[in-house]
């Protein structure tokens, strides 16, 4: 099993969720977030102030997935997620261990 992490930007959701389900995934948690990552913010102008925006509103997106669907959804995420401009995001991929579903006590890829 693999858990993907998914950070895009918030209007990609849709897009997103239904590129996985296009492919067969079901199930994600999905997180509001700040971050900046090289686009380090912008300036706003308020009130005739000017001010710095470091933290962009972002959405993460967590699955745990079976190995072999992983290239598939990161595939998914990736056309779904692209816009071509600068914090369309990233991808982190982890090893999962283990996985319970808490309802009936199935084990590993059951519990998916």
């Known amino acids: 099993m693999k858990k993907l992490e998914a950070i895009v930007k918030p209007f990609k959701l849709d ?5 996985l ?3 067969g ?10 971050g900046f990552g090289r686009q380090r913010g912008h300036t706003e102008l308020y009130r005739g102030a000017e001010y710095v925006v470091d ?3 972002k959405l993460k997106i967590e699955l ?15 056309k779904a997620a692209q816009t071509g401009k600068i ?18 006590g199935e084990r590993g890829d059951l519990a998916l």
Not at 87 to 98: E, P, R
């Open 21 to 23: 389900h296009s492919i």
């Open 55 to 57: 933290f962009l509103p």
């Open 87 to 104: 914090g369309d995001g990233k991808i982190f991929i982890s090893d999962m261990t283990d996985a319970v579903r808490i309802r009936t």
């Open 15 to 19: 897009d997103v969720k239904e590129a």
């Open 64 to 78: 745990i997935i079976p190995d072999a669907d992983v290239e598939k959804a990161v595939e998914a995420i990736s």
């Open 25 to 34: 995934l079901q199930g994600m948690t999905v997180v509001e977030a700040k």
